[in-house]
């Protein structure tokens, strides 16, 4: 599978709960040109590249009788481990001072069927005073994992989920999400699963992997999407935890809606042709260890923003036509007068059986106009050579106008999905500084956590990236100062056990 094409498409893909087959060859785009916008409004934003030489070759080595999920540092860890004190090389700014945590798919059992489909796992490390404080990593105690029963047992919904995705803190609560049915509450303090969340019987469908808090509120802004109607719910949540509105939003049909996000006045989704298909989830329910997928791509049904106020209604979201496409993350979104703003890492299809592997196509950055007076969209490449995923950004700047994005690189490799670089997007003048770790180091999401509160620019913080070293089969956390991502880490913890690659994490203040 071709870097920024496959591989990215298959991690992103691991957030959602869905089956896959084999990695596919599909190339990696070749051109430094970007394509044309596809609407007649000028480009705005200068498009970028990276030379291709400065991304190593992969040194991966791979085992054919092997899924690829369960090798290598994707394989789980199966021990419930407690460290403390970690060694640290380099120095550890004080100043972090709070609960690094991430979550991962991790099965306990050698049969599963597919990287997504194992259990939670999240992996905590305790930072403050410039020491490692403490890491342990715990189950997320589901109702699949405690009754040892894989993935796929009736169709999952409620507290009958996995919880494998992410991690966020809001209202005082540390809770998981899996994409589908209940988060899940966790004790920050030693990463113990408290129960299922259901916001005191206010959720009763899913709830999103990638809420949003905004900065101006302390409300998180979220959002679930089901099997049947109601297909997409709205959601906000109050700073104190409290779920104090919940609209149903009409859609033709059920997709895979994996992300969304926010302006200081807007909600902003986006409606994919990844659709639902009710007999391929029978045949998937039947049999969880086919992989056989529940939703696929029908083109046919195109692709549309969806922008509504935010804690608006449904009678007001307006939708805007774009070329057939899918995104599963997004680096950020704002207002600009009438015009709203997202970018996002495109794939120009998923889970298409028409390409090879029928997973998913080629890999981009892009970014979306939306002019809401005129009513047109224009979609602007940005860059096409290692665009970059799993993206991060300043928590103060969600939802408002930005400079930095912070993205996981990703490299050729034919037969798994390969992690590469660290990547710090500038979104004004569309440069970007890459940190390569090594050809057998291989970084995750970047999460960054401000440095100053009084230093407002949005590379003021840290980047926290879980590397992963193939030569000794060891991880460490790496530190590194936003402001200068191509020197590299100033610290990296060293991990008891590695850490598999995962998928989302964050940041728990100590005073918060
Ligand atoms: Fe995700």
């Not at 972090?96 to 999240?122: A, I, Q």
């Not at 680096?331 to 889970?351: H, I, K, T």
Request: proline residues 10%.
């Amino acid at each position: 599978m071709g870097a920024g094409s496959l591989p990215m498409a298959a991690v992103l893909a691991a957030c959602a709960e869905e089956g896959a087959g084999a990695p596919s060859s599909t190339p990696m785009p070749t051109t430094t040109t970007p394509p044309p916008s596809t609407s007649a409004a000028a480009t705005t934003v200068p498009p970028t590249t990276v030379p291709p030489t400065t991304v190593p070759p992969t040194t991966v080595p791979f085992d054919p009788a092997t899924p690829w999920w369960l090798q290598g540092n994707y394989a789980p860890v199966l021990q419930e481990v407690d460290a403390f004190d970690l060694t640290v090389i380099g120095a550890l700014p004080p100043e972090l001072d709070g609960l690094y945590v991430k979550n991962s798919s991790n099965p306990p059992r050698s049969d599963s069927p597919h990287w997504f489909f194992g259990d939670g796992m999240v992996h905590g490390l305790q930072l403050g005073g410039g020491a490692a404080q403490w890491y342990r990593n715990r189950y997320v105690h589901t109702v699949p994992y405690l009754g040892n029963l894989g993935f796929g047992q009736g169709a999952p919904s409620g507290a009958n989920n996995q919880s494998n995705v992410s991690v966020f803190w809001h209202g005082g609560r540390l809770l998981t999400s899996g994409e589908v049915g209940f988060p899940f509450e966790l004790q920050p303090g030693d990463l113990s699963t408290v129960g299922a969340h259901d916001f005191a019987g206010a959720l009763a469908g899913s709830f999103t992997a990638h809420p949003k808090i905004d900065p101006a509120t302390g409300r998180l802004h979220a959002f679930g999407y089901g099997f049947t109607p109601p297909f997409l719910e709205y959601y906000i949540v109050e700073p104190d935890g409290t779920m104090s509105h919940r609209e149903p939003i009409d859609l033709p049909r059920s997709t895979m809606i994996h992300d969304f996000q926010i302006t200081e006045t807007d909600v902003v989704f986006w409606d994919m042709p990844l659709v639902f298909d009710l007999q391929l989830a029978i045949e998937y329910i039947n049999d969880p260890s086919s992989g056989v997928l529940p939703y696929q791509w029908q083109p046919q049904f195109g692709s549309r923003i969806g922008i509504m106020p935010l804690a608006g209604g449904a009678a007001q979201i307006r939708w805007f036509d774009i070329d057939p496409c899918y995104v599963f993350h997004s680096v950020n979104a704002f207002r600009r007068g009438p015009e709203v703003v997202v970018d996002v890492c495109r794939l120009s299809s998923m889970f298409d059986p028409s390409t090879a592997g029928g997973l998913g196509g080629e890999s981009s950055l892009h970014r979306w106009t939306v002019d809401t007076v005129a009513g047109t969209v224009t979609d602007d490449v940005l860059e096409t050579v290692d665009p970059g995923d799993l993206p991060g950004r300043d928590p103060r700047r969600v939802g408002r106008d930005y400079r930095y994005g912070f993205l996981t690189g990703n490299r050729e490799n034919a037969h798994t999905v390969e992690l590469g670089g660290l990547i710090k997007h500038d979104f004004v003048s569309g440069t970007r500084e890459v940190w390569e770790p090594g050809p057998t180091r291989h970084a995750t999401e970047p999460l960054f956590v401000p440095t100053d509160p009084t230093d407002l620019a949005d590379d003021a913080g840290w980047l926290l990236s879980f590397v992963h070293d193939d030569a000794t089969d060891q991880s460490v956390l790496a530190v590194l100062d936003a402001t200068d991502v191509a020197a590299g880490p100033v610290a990296e913890v060293v991990m008891l056990q590695r850490v598999p690659y995962g998928f989302h994490g964050t940041w728990v203040p100590s005073d918060s």
